[in-house]
Nanobody, 117 residues
């Protein structure tokens, strides 16, 4: 069973940076596309960024140029480097893993990111 554990959230001022990490276990990491989603209060969960097993990335427009998703297949970990954070980036950030073979999805427990002055 795939398990995902996020870390790295916290409180940061506008313009600041955070790096989220997601540790993957329970299967073969490179056979999964990984993604970061976020959910702000009273809003639907939205996709932030994805990365395939071979490193192809995709971002929503609002984070392009500020966020970078990456993965270390040797450490079974995916990262989200968040720079130039804005108030509207405040949300619970969730790690997602999608099997490349059968499209099964797995979620982490979420980590809170709060951008506040």
């Amino acid at each position: 069973q795939v398990q995902l554990v996020e870390s790295g959230g916290g409180l940061v001022q506008p313009g600041g940076s955070l790096r989220l990490s997601c540790a993957f276990s329970g299967s073969i990491f490179r056979f999964y596309a990984m993604g970061w989603y976020r959910q702000a209060p009273e809003k639907q969960r939205e996709l932030v960024a994805t990365i395939t097993g071979d490193g192809t990335t995709n971002y929503i427009d609002s984070v392009k140029g500020r966020f970078t998703i990456s993965r270390d297949n040797a450490k079974n970990t995916v990262y989200l480097q968040m720079n130039s954070l804005k108030f509207e980036d405040t949300a619970v950030y969730y790690c997602n893993a999608e099997s490349l073979s059968n499209k099964e999805n797995y979620w982490g427990q979420g980590t809170q990111v709060t951008v506040s002055s």
